[in-house]
């Protein structure tokens, strides 16, 4: 059930962390949307590295840099200190339309 274009009935929506800093600028959903506050409109997702979404952000350096949607998530909804160490992985090993922070968790490269 979509309540205004694009968002869902029950999404939590939190400012996005990008490693460390909080971005007022962009807005990402628990179900992997990331919304533009500036231009107010989605931004566009393009396909990295496999099968993996990638959104071009500018953070306060105003240098346009490539955001791992998985990873925003994460560094959003469930931080932790020694993420730039850690990786995210996908628990059904599905990384397409793969956001649920349920499905995803903190790992090292070992794991």
């Given at each position: 059930?979509?309540l205004?274009?694009?968002v869902?009935?029950g999404?939590?929506?939190?400012?996005?962390?990008?490693?460390?800093?909080?971005l007022?600028?962009y807005?990402?959903?628990?179900?992997g949307?990331?919304?533009?506050?500036?231009?107010?409109?989605?931004?566009?997702?393009?396909?990295?590295?496999?099968?993996?979404?990638?959104?071009?952000?500018?953070?306060?350096?105003?240098?346009?840099?490539?955001?791992?949607?998985?990873?925003?998530?994460?560094?959003?909804?469930?931080?932790?200190e020694n993420?730039?160490?850690?990786?995210?992985?996908?628990?059904?090993?599905d990384q397409?339309?793969?956001?649920?922070?349920?499905?995803l968790?903190?790992?090292?490269?070992m794991?």
């Amino acid at each position: 059930m979509e309540l205004i274009r694009g968002v869902t009935y029950g999404e939590n929506w939190k400012p996005l962390n990008y490693n460390g800093t909080i971005l007022e600028r962009y807005s990402i959903s628990d179900q992997g949307k990331l919304y533009d506050n500036k231009r107010q409109e989605f931004v566009i997702f393009h396909k990295q590295r496999g099968n993996y979404n990638y959104a071009s952000i500018i953070p306060c350096t105003g240098i346009s840099k490539n955001l791992a949607i998985h990873r925003g998530v994460m560094m959003t909804f469930q931080p932790i200190e020694n993420f730039k160490n850690m990786q995210v992985n996908h628990m059904d090993g599905d990384q397409e339309y793969n956001w649920y922070p349920e499905n995803l968790e903190w790992s090292t490269p070992m794991d």
